[in-house]
């Protein structure tokens, strides 16, 4: 009873966490659902696609793709190539999720950008409720969003002119901030950063970010061990 | 409609799929630290891989296009010819130079750039209409609208931007078609034949018709839409070169008129009846 009780609670916890970064996403959502029905899907596929990918920056990739005259497998080639960042992801989380493999690859869907950050602990291990409350929450403003985009984006008109575009980088750049408290930490958010910023002009997107994610080394050192044990 | 179910399903399952790879693969265990470096390590470094064949699989390299692969061999036969056949041995790694090996390396990467070439898809809004055209990237929105669209209002006159004929209206800009690729174009394009609302002209096709502003009237789709641009422009308080006050709407005078239709060249030299029809339409 306890337990299923603390379970609840953190699955509650996760939902209030994952609010801002949901409001947050439901905007970009917006603006992916404009930007979906102008690439010529229909309202009905943006919002299905949405409902069903629920991925963010794959969405965009793959519909800015179609928009731009390529096929559609060159499309999913970019989802795939944006997306694959969720593979170390999804092996970080991999010994938090509990029961036999289709079940832990259903848990495993839950896991995007922010509540993936959200349930990291301290020592390295993931609160799974806290994952998928944070997940639920961010799951409803991004369908929810995207019907408001694609079905009002008539009315809403360019949505770069409404700065809706620039709330994708604010919303990774407020997910740093929180997790980039220690000084190795911050060096390791600098070298990724440089290291993306140094590739953007020569690979296709998707790239920068995975060879970046070599910046996450620094955490392995010896000494940095040593420092997170102390 | 196909297309959207292919592009849904196809970005539904590789999320899927690469969501569930991990815990999958390594749930419910204790992993060590170092093992997680090797897959964060290796990751990017496959996927490097698999891009980078792909590339070159298509002939690029990355970062090098065929474009450039084939100035570089041009310019190596170039430098040939020009200081002799041991220069080119020396650029090539000591190899002394074979008549054919360049010429065949040429003609592959020509043919290459050929195939990379050339027609793309693209959504064009005109007049309000959404159109799906097919068109060689390198034709010109004025080729399109005539050839493709049938959109025959906008008149090639010189081709090169100077007379004006072609002008169109981008979300209520002007501009000269024949300059303007058409891939460039993501604004809605309205021409001559999206001026007037059903039956009723545009207040400045009115005007042209009131003040007989034309002969032969070629030039006149050009000199209609360039006129609605300039009448937007003034009531933006965009200021032209013979603008006094910059501050506020502009107030069209004959001199403002002319100055601003300057683009638009009349052969019939109709201009003493179109300024005061666009006068008049501007209100």
């Known amino acids: ?230 | 409609v196909n297309t959207s179910v292919a592009l849904i399903a196809g970005c539904a399952l590789v999320t899927a799929a690469i969501k569930a790879a991990g815990p999958v693969a390594l749930g419910g265990r204790e992993l060590p630290r170092r093992f997680i470096a090797v897959v964060t390590l290796l990751a990017p470094a496959l996927l490097a891989a698999l891009v980078a064949t792909q590339a070159l699989a298509n002939g690029r390299t990355l970062g090098i296009g065929p474009r450039r692969m084939e100035d570089r061999l041009d310019h190596r036969l170039r430098d040939r010819r020009r200081r002799g056949h041991r220069r080119a041995a020396r650029a090539l790694g000591g190899r002394p130079p074979k008549g054919h090996h360049f010429a065949v390396r040429l003609e592959r990467v020509r043919s290459l750039r050929r195939m990379h070439a050339q027609r793309i898809q693209l959504i064009l809004t005109v007049n309000g209409e959404r159109h799906e055209v097919d068109v060689d990237t390198r034709s010109t929105l004025l080729d399109v609208l005539r050839e493709q669209l049938g959109l025959t209002g906008a008149k090639k006159g010189c081709d090169h931007g100077q007379c004006g004929a072609c002008t169109v209206l981008l979300d209520g800009r002007r501009v000269n078609s024949c300059l303007l690729l058409a891939v460039a174009v993501r604004e809605e394009v309205t021409t001559i034949e999206g001026l007037a609302d059903g039956d009723e002209l545009h207040p400045v096709q009115a005007a042209f018709v009131e003040h007989d502003a034309f002969q032969c009237g070629y030039c006149t789709p050009g000199q209609i839409c360039s006129a609605v641009g300039a009448i937007g422009e003034a009531r933006d308080g965009w200021p032209s070169a013979v603008t006094e006050d910059l501050e506020g709407a502009v107030e069209l005078s004959e001199r403002e008129i002319r100055e601003r239709m300057s683009g638009n060249i009349c052969r019939c030299g109709a201009y003493a009846n179109i300024v005061p029809a666009i006068a008049e339409a501007a209100g």
């Open chain 1, 1 to 230: 009873v306890n337990e299923r009780f603390s379970k609840r609670r953190t699955f509650r916890a996760g939902l209030r966490a994952g609010l801002p970064f949901a409001l947050a996403g439901g905007v970009v959502a917006i603006s992916f659902g404009v930007l979906a029905t102008q690439a010529g899907l229909s309202p009905l596929a943006a919002i299905l696609m949405s409902a069903i990918v629920f991925a963010g920056s794959a969405q965009f990739a793959a519909v800015a793709i179609l928009a731009g005259g390529g096929g559609v497998g060159s499309a999913v080639g970019a989802a795939a190539l944006m997306n694959s960042r969720f593979l170390p992801m999804g092996v970080a989380v991999a010994p938090s999720l509990p029961g036999r493999a289709p079940w832990r690859a259903a848990q495993g869907q839950t896991v995007v950008d922010a509540s993936w950050a959200l349930a990291a602990r301290e020592d390295g291990s993931f609160d799974r409720w806290l994952l998928f409350g944070s997940s639920a929450i961010q799951y409803l403003t991004w369908t929810g969003g995207t019907i408001a985009g694609a079905l009002g984006g008539d009315i809403l008109g360019d949505p770069a002119k409404l700065g809706l575009d620039a709330v994708y980088p604010a919303f990774f750049l407020a997910l740093l901030i929180s997790e980039a408290r220690s000084r190795r930490a911050r060096s390791a958010a600098a070298l990724g950063a440089l290291i993306a910023l140094a590739l953007v002009p020569f690979t296709p997107a998707g790239v920068p970010v995975l060879v970046a994610s070599l910046g996450a080394l620094i955490g392995l050192t010896r000494r940095a061990q040593v420092e997170a044990a102390a």
